[in-house]
């Protein structure tokens, strides 16, 4: 009796042991690349071990991103030899995942450590950035939170820079050149995680996970210190024209698309002039179909702008690729009228007054000119609208003015006088 219930016992202590140990979460590391890529291990009866590439696919690199902490979008899989080769055990062979587990345990495998391969097969994979956010304001600012193991989290300003901001913004599908940062206080403060701390990147990674940190939640850091980003500065170019009209091309998610032209006015174009560096005064907008019929994505549609936006970004439309619309709508601007202005042979808020027209620089007579006409092209400028302007004999030796042609009274339609007949304005804030 005694014999045939230890032998029954012994049965059930190997049962439960199989049991326990064909669902348990094994743990997973990457070796030999960094945080985010690198030929995989993982701990099975305390032994690391690695996974051989037979049957592997995407799905099974989803899974084993999702158990690291990463998304599974965009996981992808390769060959190990770049990493090093292993040695020691092969864990697993032939994984078959759906892609919707939560542990590989879940997976379809021959069984742990029965395998026919060698460590030449090993498994590497590549998991795509961390999910990015930004709370609080707009699509294109506000204060970021970054997911990381399943939870939200912050980024703490120690150490950041507006480089680090262009990687963050690139990740989010805006461009990168003119990001820059500032304290999240504007947005609400955040509660829970603070993920990262002492983020110091080049500006040309891809991902935040190739910048180098602290570590995941090490900081020593409150939320009052989160940060906040800024990507309003969106690309755009003018197509098919020239450099101050054509059709329009706005760059998202690193792909070059159209705006269609529904709900859209002069005031949008405005908008548009300006981040092209013309005035907004005098945009105007058309078809496109004069500039050549384009092809690919069309990125906006029903854009209202109030005329008063840095960036397009900041204007209402349908999202990011959502339209009703065709190619034979896409929005062309003109921003010819709209006068470009610079100060020559002084300092970034004094100087000669130099505006572009019809691709020509040229200078501005002081004759009928005010303060108050100073303060027109104060504010286009940038600056406040306190100002005002001196004058200076001109000659067609000292004017910088590569045709000696002076476009005198702005809102003026006279023919324009030689350089060396008329005086020059300065302005001087």
């Given at each position: 009796m005694h014999l045939f219930l230890n032998i029954f016992l012994t049965k059930i202590v190997i049962l439960l042991g199989y049991f326990c140990?064909?669902?348990?979460?094994?743990?997973?590391?990457?070796?030999?690349?960094?945080?985010?890529?690198?030929?995989?291990?993982?701990?099975?009866?305390?032994?690391?071990g690695t996974i051989c590439d037979d049957l592997f696919t995407n799905k099974s690199a989803g899974v084993l991103c999702h158990m690291l902490g990463f998304s599974r979008s965009?996981?992808?899989?390769?060959?190990?030899?770049v990493y090093g080769e292993a040695s020691g055990p092969i864990w697993l062979d032939n994984l078959v995942c759906t892609g919707s587990e939560t542990s590989i345990t879940q997976c379809q495998f021959n069984g742990w450590g029965v395998h026919d391969c060698g460590h030449s097969e090993d498994v590497a994979i590549t998991c795509s950035s961390v999910s990015v956010r930004l709370v609080g304001g707009t699509m294109s600012r506000g204060r970021v939170e970054i997911m990381y193991n399943n939870t939200w989290g912050?980024?703490?300003?120690?150490?950041?820079?507006?480089?680090?901001?262009?990687?963050?913004?690139?990740?989010?599908?805006?461009?990168?050149?003119g990001a820059w940062f500032g304290a999240s206080s504007v947005y609400r403060e955040a509660s829970g995680k603070i993920w990262l701390d002492d983020l110091v990147c080049t500006g040309s990674e891809t991902s935040i996970t190739q910048c180098q940190f602290?570590?995941?939640?090490?900081h020593d850091c409150g939320h009052s210190e989160d940060v906040a980003i800024n990507c309003s500065s969106a690309s755009v170019r003018l197509?098919?024209?020239t450099m101050s009209r054509g059709r329009v091309e706005i760059l998202y998610n690193n792909t070059w698309g159209t705006i269609c032209d529904d709900s859209f006015t002069n005031k949008s174009s405005g908008v548009l002039c300006h981040m092209l560096g013309f005035s907004r005064s005098g945009a105007s907008f058309g078809g496109a179909s004069v500039y050549g019929e384009a092809s690919g994505t069309i990125w906006l549609d029903d854009l209202v702008c109030t005329g008063s936006e840095t960036s397009i970004t900041q204007c209402q439309?349908?999202?990011?690729?959502?339209?009703?619309?065709g190619h034979s709508e896409d929005v062309a601007i003109n921003c010819s009228s709209a006068v470009s202005v610079r100060l020559v042979g002084g300092t970034?808020?004094?100087g000669r007054v130099e505006i572009l027209h019809n691709n020509t620089w040229g200078t501005i007579c002081d004759d009928a000119f005010t303060d108050q006409s100073a303060v027109v092209l104060c504010h286009m400028l940038g600056f406040?609208?306190?100002?005002?302007?001196?004058?200076?004999?001109?000659?067609?030796?000292?004017?910088?003015?590569?045709?000696?042609?002076?476009?005198?009274?702005?809102?003026?339609?006279?023919?324009?006088r030689r350089a060396d007949e008329e005086m020059y304005t300065e302005l001087m804030f």
């Open positions: 140990s064909a669902h348990s979460t094994v743990s997973v590391r990457l070796v030999g690349g960094t945080m985010s890529r690198g030929r995989v291990d993982i701990m099975y009866n305390n032994t690391w965009g996981a992808s899989f390769g060959g190990a030899s912050t980024i703490c300003d120690d150490s950041f820079t507006n480089k680090s901001a262009g990687v963050l913004c690139h990740m989010l599908g805006f461009s990168r050149s602290n570590g995941w939640g090490v197509v098919g024209g439309f349908n999202g990011w690729g959502v339209h009703d619309c970034m808020n004094n406040n609208r306190k100002c005002s302007f001196a004058t200076s004999t001109c000659t067609s030796d000292s004017l910088r003015n590569d045709n000696n042609t002076v476009y005198e009274n702005v809102a003026s339609n006279e023919q324009p």
